[in-house]
Protein backbone atom coordinates (compact mmCIF):
# COMPACT_ATOMS: atom_id res chain seq x y z
CA UNK A 1 0.00 0.00 0.00
CA UNK A 2 1.23 3.52 -0.86
CA UNK A 3 0.99 6.26 2.06
CA UNK A 4 -1.17 9.22 1.56
CA UNK A 5 0.28 12.17 -0.11
CA UNK A 6 2.34 14.39 2.46
CA UNK A 7 4.76 17.33 1.65
CA UNK A 8 8.55 17.33 1.84
CA UNK A 9 10.53 19.72 3.66
CA UNK A 10 13.96 19.70 3.92
CA UNK A 11 15.39 22.23 6.37
CA UNK A 12 19.16 22.91 7.57
CA UNK A 13 18.42 24.14 11.11
CA UNK A 14 17.06 22.87 14.11
CA UNK A 15 15.21 25.55 14.44
CA UNK A 16 13.77 25.44 10.70
CA UNK A 17 13.21 21.48 11.70
CA UNK A 18 11.07 22.16 14.64
CA UNK A 19 8.77 25.04 13.17
CA UNK A 20 8.23 22.93 9.99
CA UNK A 21 7.02 20.34 12.14
CA UNK A 22 4.05 22.61 13.28
CA UNK A 23 2.86 22.80 16.93
CA UNK A 24 -0.13 20.96 16.12
CA UNK A 25 1.77 17.62 15.82
CA UNK A 26 0.57 16.98 11.59
CA UNK A 27 4.16 17.16 10.45
CA UNK A 28 6.71 14.30 11.69
CA UNK A 29 10.78 14.55 11.88
CA UNK A 30 12.02 12.17 9.09
CA UNK A 31 15.53 10.35 10.05
CA UNK A 32 16.30 7.18 8.43
CA UNK A 33 12.72 6.17 7.76
CA UNK A 34 12.83 2.71 8.87
CA UNK A 35 9.67 2.92 11.21
CA UNK A 36 7.97 5.57 9.83
CA UNK A 37 8.10 4.80 6.28
CA UNK A 38 6.97 1.15 7.31
CA UNK A 39 4.05 2.60 9.41
CA UNK A 40 3.02 5.39 7.05
CA UNK A 41 2.54 2.66 4.28
CA UNK A 42 0.64 0.62 6.38
CA UNK A 43 -1.55 3.86 7.42
CA UNK A 44 -1.09 3.01 10.93
CA UNK A 45 -0.29 6.75 10.99
CA UNK A 46 -0.99 9.66 9.19
CA UNK A 47 0.91 12.82 8.31
CA UNK A 48 0.64 15.84 5.98
CA UNK A 49 4.19 16.38 6.18
CA UNK A 50 7.22 15.31 6.32
CA UNK A 51 10.49 17.28 7.77
CA UNK A 52 13.63 14.75 6.76
CA UNK A 53 16.72 16.30 9.36
CA UNK A 54 19.62 14.38 7.46
CA UNK A 55 20.69 17.86 6.30
CA UNK A 56 20.98 19.40 9.64
CA UNK A 57 24.64 19.69 10.60
CA UNK A 58 26.04 18.22 13.38
CA UNK A 59 23.52 15.76 14.40
CA UNK A 60 25.50 12.90 13.54
CA UNK A 61 28.56 13.58 15.81
CA UNK A 62 29.95 11.89 18.31
CA UNK A 63 32.61 13.07 20.96
CA UNK A 64 33.80 12.65 23.99
CA UNK A 65 33.49 16.04 26.03
CA UNK A 66 35.60 17.98 28.22
CA UNK A 67 33.24 16.81 31.19
CA UNK A 68 33.88 13.67 30.17
CA UNK A 69 30.50 13.12 28.61
CA UNK A 70 30.03 10.76 25.90
CA UNK A 71 27.67 12.39 23.35
CA UNK A 72 25.65 10.98 20.58
CA UNK A 73 24.02 12.35 18.31
CA UNK A 74 20.31 12.02 17.68
CA UNK A 75 20.52 10.73 13.81
CA UNK A 76 23.81 8.71 14.30
CA UNK A 77 22.71 5.38 12.82
CA UNK A 78 23.45 1.76 14.99
CA UNK A 79 26.31 1.60 11.90
CA UNK A 80 27.91 4.73 12.86
CA UNK A 81 28.10 3.95 16.79
CA UNK A 82 29.07 0.65 16.32
CA UNK A 83 32.45 1.54 14.46
CA UNK A 84 33.13 4.82 16.30
CA UNK A 85 36.64 4.46 17.84
CA UNK A 86 35.46 6.56 20.90
CA UNK A 87 32.62 4.57 21.45
CA UNK A 88 34.76 1.27 20.50
CA UNK A 89 37.13 2.89 23.45
CA UNK A 90 35.04 3.55 26.10
CA UNK A 91 31.82 1.76 25.72
CA UNK A 92 32.27 -1.87 23.69
CA UNK A 93 29.30 -3.28 25.09
CA UNK A 94 27.35 -0.55 23.22
CA UNK A 95 29.12 -1.05 19.97
CA UNK A 96 28.68 -4.45 19.96
CA UNK A 97 25.34 -3.78 20.33
CA UNK A 98 24.72 -1.44 17.60
CA UNK A 99 26.39 -4.24 15.64
CA UNK A 100 23.85 -6.37 16.12
CA UNK A 101 20.74 -4.14 16.05
CA UNK A 102 18.12 -5.82 13.01
CA UNK A 103 20.47 -6.21 9.69
CA UNK A 104 22.93 -4.41 7.63
CA UNK A 105 19.99 -2.14 5.60
CA UNK A 106 18.59 -1.20 8.58
CA UNK A 107 22.18 -0.29 10.66
CA UNK A 108 23.03 1.45 7.36
CA UNK A 109 20.23 4.24 8.24
CA UNK A 110 17.81 3.47 10.90
CA UNK A 111 19.34 5.93 13.89
CA UNK A 112 19.59 5.54 17.35
CA UNK A 113 17.04 8.85 17.86
CA UNK A 114 14.63 7.30 15.47
CA UNK A 115 14.85 4.22 17.44
CA UNK A 116 14.22 5.89 20.69
CA UNK A 117 11.58 8.09 19.46
CA UNK A 118 9.32 5.26 18.19
CA UNK A 119 8.92 3.86 21.61
CA UNK A 120 8.94 0.12 20.73
CA UNK A 121 9.40 -1.34 24.07
CA UNK A 122 11.13 -4.46 22.21
CA UNK A 123 14.24 -2.33 21.24
CA UNK A 124 17.79 -3.20 22.53
CA UNK A 125 19.46 0.67 23.00
CA UNK A 126 17.12 2.63 25.80
CA UNK A 127 17.82 -0.68 27.75
CA UNK A 128 21.64 -0.06 27.98
CA UNK A 129 21.45 4.04 28.08
CA UNK A 130 19.03 3.56 30.60
CA UNK A 131 21.79 1.60 32.53
CA UNK A 132 24.17 4.58 32.12
CA UNK A 133 21.70 7.06 33.57
CA UNK A 134 21.85 8.41 30.17
CA UNK A 135 20.34 12.31 29.48
CA UNK A 136 18.13 13.09 26.17
CA UNK A 137 18.65 16.20 25.56
CA UNK A 138 15.31 18.11 23.42
CA UNK A 139 14.90 21.05 21.05
CA UNK A 140 11.41 22.56 20.73
CA UNK A 141 9.77 26.19 20.11
CA UNK A 142 10.02 26.83 24.32
CA UNK A 143 14.06 26.05 24.19
CA UNK A 144 15.67 22.72 25.43
CA UNK A 145 15.05 20.22 28.00
CA UNK A 146 17.25 17.26 29.07
CA UNK A 147 14.88 13.53 29.75
CA UNK A 148 17.02 10.48 31.34
CA UNK A 149 16.40 7.58 29.76
CA UNK A 150 14.47 6.02 32.47
CA UNK A 151 11.66 8.73 32.02
CA UNK A 152 11.78 9.14 28.00
CA UNK A 153 9.07 6.39 27.67
CA UNK A 154 5.39 7.06 28.36
CA UNK A 155 3.44 4.03 26.76
CA UNK A 156 4.29 1.54 24.55
CA UNK A 157 5.12 3.54 21.11
CA UNK A 158 4.53 6.49 23.47
CA UNK A 159 7.20 8.79 24.60
CA UNK A 160 7.46 12.12 26.73
CA UNK A 161 8.62 14.50 23.77
CA UNK A 162 5.94 16.54 21.92
CA UNK A 163 5.52 16.04 18.60
CA UNK A 164 7.20 19.95 17.97
CA UNK A 165 10.62 18.70 20.04
CA UNK A 166 13.26 17.40 18.12
CA UNK A 167 15.91 14.88 19.86
CA UNK A 168 19.47 16.41 18.80
CA UNK A 169 21.63 14.42 21.67
CA UNK A 170 22.34 11.35 24.11
CA UNK A 171 24.66 12.06 26.64
CA UNK A 172 26.15 9.93 29.51
CA UNK A 173 28.97 10.22 31.53
CA UNK A 174 32.25 8.21 30.32
CA UNK A 175 31.36 4.54 32.25
CA UNK A 176 34.49 4.14 35.34
CA UNK A 177 33.39 0.19 35.62
CA UNK A 178 32.06 -2.59 33.18
CA UNK A 179 29.28 -2.24 31.16
CA UNK A 180 27.21 -5.29 29.55
CA UNK A 181 24.68 -6.06 27.71
CA UNK A 182 22.76 -9.79 27.22
CA UNK A 183 19.90 -10.03 25.38
CA UNK A 184 17.30 -13.10 24.08
CA UNK A 185 15.30 -13.15 20.93
CA UNK A 186 13.21 -15.13 18.98
CA UNK A 187 12.34 -12.83 15.89
CA UNK A 188 13.93 -9.71 14.41
CA UNK A 189 13.49 -7.88 18.01
CA UNK A 190 14.74 -8.55 21.45
CA UNK A 191 12.07 -10.46 23.89
CA UNK A 192 14.21 -9.53 27.16
CA UNK A 193 16.97 -7.99 27.60
CA UNK A 194 19.60 -6.89 30.76
CA UNK A 195 22.23 -4.12 30.52
CA UNK A 196 24.17 -3.60 34.02
CA UNK A 197 26.53 -0.79 34.54
CA UNK A 198 29.14 -0.71 37.55
CA UNK A 199 31.22 1.95 38.90
CA UNK A 200 34.25 0.98 40.75
CA UNK A 201 36.05 2.38 43.14
CA UNK A 202 39.96 3.18 43.55
CA UNK A 203 41.39 -0.36 43.93
CA UNK A 204 39.16 -1.64 41.14
CA UNK A 205 37.73 -4.53 42.97
CA UNK A 206 35.29 -3.29 44.70
CA UNK A 207 31.70 -2.21 43.30
CA UNK A 208 31.12 2.03 44.44
CA UNK A 209 27.40 1.56 42.72
CA UNK A 210 25.72 -0.22 40.04
CA UNK A 211 22.83 0.42 37.38
CA UNK A 212 21.22 -2.66 36.23
CA UNK A 213 18.05 -2.47 33.97
CA UNK A 214 15.87 -4.91 32.15
CA UNK A 215 14.25 -3.75 29.15
CA UNK A 216 11.06 -5.40 26.89
CA UNK A 217 9.53 -6.88 29.79
CA UNK A 218 7.06 -3.79 30.09
CA UNK A 219 6.67 -0.27 27.77
CA UNK A 220 10.27 0.80 29.53
CA UNK A 221 13.11 -1.09 31.23
CA UNK A 222 12.66 -1.20 34.47
CA UNK A 223 15.52 -1.29 37.38
CA UNK A 224 16.54 -4.31 39.24
CA UNK A 225 16.69 -1.86 42.89
CA UNK A 226 17.44 -5.26 45.00
CA UNK A 227 20.30 -6.12 42.41
CA UNK A 228 21.62 -2.04 42.80
CA UNK A 229 21.41 -2.41 46.46
CA UNK A 230 23.00 -5.81 47.09
CA UNK A 231 25.85 -5.05 44.85
CA UNK A 232 26.82 -1.39 46.15
CA UNK A 233 30.38 -1.75 48.29
CA UNK A 234 31.17 -5.63 48.08
CA UNK A 235 33.94 -6.64 46.26
CA UNK A 236 33.97 -8.13 42.49
CA UNK A 237 34.70 -11.57 44.28
CA UNK A 238 31.23 -11.41 46.24
CA UNK A 239 29.11 -10.92 43.03
CA UNK A 240 27.58 -14.20 42.04
CA UNK A 241 26.40 -14.78 45.65
CA UNK A 242 25.04 -12.03 46.68
CA UNK A 243 23.30 -11.35 43.46
CA UNK A 244 22.32 -15.33 43.80
CA UNK A 245 20.54 -14.37 47.15
CA UNK A 246 18.24 -11.50 46.01
CA UNK A 247 17.80 -12.53 42.36
CA UNK A 248 14.08 -14.17 43.23
CA UNK A 249 13.10 -11.16 44.93
CA UNK A 250 14.71 -9.17 42.02
CA UNK A 251 13.31 -10.85 39.53
CA UNK A 252 9.40 -10.98 41.51
CA UNK A 253 9.23 -7.08 41.48
CA UNK A 254 9.32 -6.64 37.61
CA UNK A 255 6.37 -5.94 35.75
CA UNK A 256 5.77 -8.09 33.03
CA UNK A 257 3.62 -8.25 29.85
CA UNK A 258 2.57 -11.53 28.44
CA UNK A 259 2.78 -11.12 24.50
CA UNK A 260 3.75 -13.15 21.78
CA UNK A 261 7.35 -13.53 23.33
CA UNK A 262 6.21 -15.64 26.25
CA UNK A 263 4.54 -15.81 29.63
CA UNK A 264 5.79 -14.14 33.10
CA UNK A 265 7.13 -16.81 34.47
CA UNK A 266 9.23 -17.87 31.60
CA UNK A 267 10.43 -14.25 30.71
CA UNK A 268 11.29 -13.20 34.36
CA UNK A 269 13.43 -16.46 33.64
CA UNK A 270 15.42 -15.50 30.64
CA UNK A 271 16.07 -12.00 32.77
CA UNK A 272 17.63 -13.99 35.55
CA UNK A 273 19.98 -16.26 32.54
CA UNK A 274 20.71 -13.22 31.14
CA UNK A 275 21.48 -11.12 34.83
CA UNK A 276 24.13 -13.58 35.70
CA UNK A 277 25.70 -13.95 32.28
CA UNK A 278 26.12 -9.63 32.92
CA UNK A 279 27.34 -10.28 36.04
CA UNK A 280 30.20 -13.05 34.56
CA UNK A 281 30.96 -10.92 31.58
CA UNK A 282 31.52 -7.70 34.23
CA UNK A 283 33.35 -10.01 36.83
CA UNK A 284 36.03 -10.86 34.09
CA UNK A 285 36.05 -7.74 32.94
CA UNK A 286 37.10 -6.39 36.27
CA UNK A 287 39.38 -8.75 36.92
CA UNK A 288 41.31 -8.16 34.00
CA UNK A 289 41.42 -4.49 34.40
C1 LIG B 1 13.24 -5.37 10.18
C2 LIG B 1 13.58 -4.55 11.41
C3 LIG B 1 14.30 -5.12 12.44
C4 LIG B 1 14.60 -4.37 13.57
N1 LIG B 1 15.29 -4.97 14.60
C5 LIG B 1 15.63 -4.24 15.69
C6 LIG B 1 16.35 -4.81 16.78
O1 LIG B 1 16.78 -5.97 16.75
N2 LIG B 1 16.61 -4.01 17.86
C7 LIG B 1 16.22 -2.72 17.91
O2 LIG B 1 16.47 -2.04 18.90
N3 LIG B 1 15.53 -2.14 16.90
C8 LIG B 1 15.23 -2.87 15.80
N4 LIG B 1 14.57 -2.28 14.77
C9 LIG B 1 14.23 -0.85 14.87
C10 LIG B 1 15.33 0.04 14.25
O3 LIG B 1 16.37 0.19 15.17
C11 LIG B 1 14.69 1.35 13.94
O4 LIG B 1 13.85 1.10 12.83
C12 LIG B 1 15.60 2.52 13.60
O5 LIG B 1 16.62 2.75 14.51
C13 LIG B 1 14.74 3.77 13.52
O6 LIG B 1 15.53 4.86 13.14
P1 LIG B 1 15.12 5.76 11.89
O7 LIG B 1 16.16 6.80 11.80
O8 LIG B 1 14.89 4.93 10.68
O9 LIG B 1 13.75 6.34 12.42
P2 LIG B 1 12.52 6.91 11.56
O10 LIG B 1 11.77 5.77 10.97
O11 LIG B 1 12.96 7.99 10.65
O12 LIG B 1 11.66 7.57 12.73
C14 LIG B 1 11.03 6.79 13.72
C15 LIG B 1 10.18 7.72 14.60
O13 LIG B 1 10.99 8.60 15.35
C16 LIG B 1 10.76 9.97 15.01
N5 LIG B 1 12.10 10.58 14.98
C17 LIG B 1 13.18 10.12 14.32
N6 LIG B 1 14.26 10.84 14.66
C18 LIG B 1 13.83 11.80 15.52
C19 LIG B 1 14.48 12.85 16.24
N7 LIG B 1 15.80 13.06 16.14
N8 LIG B 1 13.75 13.62 17.05
C20 LIG B 1 12.42 13.42 17.18
N9 LIG B 1 11.75 12.43 16.55
C21 LIG B 1 12.45 11.63 15.73
C22 LIG B 1 10.05 9.94 13.67
O14 LIG B 1 9.19 11.06 13.49
C23 LIG B 1 9.26 8.65 13.80
O15 LIG B 1 8.11 8.85 14.58
C24 LIG B 1 14.23 -3.01 13.64
C25 LIG B 1 13.52 -2.42 12.59
C26 LIG B 1 13.18 -3.17 11.47
C27 LIG B 1 12.41 -2.50 10.35
Known sequence: MLPSPFAFERPSTIAGAVRAVGKSGDGMFYSG??????????????????????????????ALNDANDIELGARCTHNKIANDPV??????????????????RIRSV????????????????????????????????????????DDFIRSELETVREPDE?????????????????????????????AMAWSLGPSG??????RVRVGALGSRPQPLKAIEDVLQGISVAEVRPAIEAVLPTAL???????????????????????????????????GSA
Not at 112 to 138: K, Q, S, W, Y
Not at 205 to 210: D, E, K, V
Not at 255 to 279: C, F, M, Q, S
Open 87 to 104: IRAHVPALSSLCANVANI
Open 252 to 286: GELEVNEDRHGGAEYKRHLAGVLLLRNADEAIAAA
Open 33 to 62: GTELLLALKLRVIHTDRLIDIKGINGLDRI
Open 110 to 149: GTIGGNLCFGEPHADPLTMLAALDARLVLIGPSGTRVVHA
Open 205 to 210: RTIRSA
Open 166 to 194: LLTVIAFSRPTGPVTYRRFKHGERPSVNV
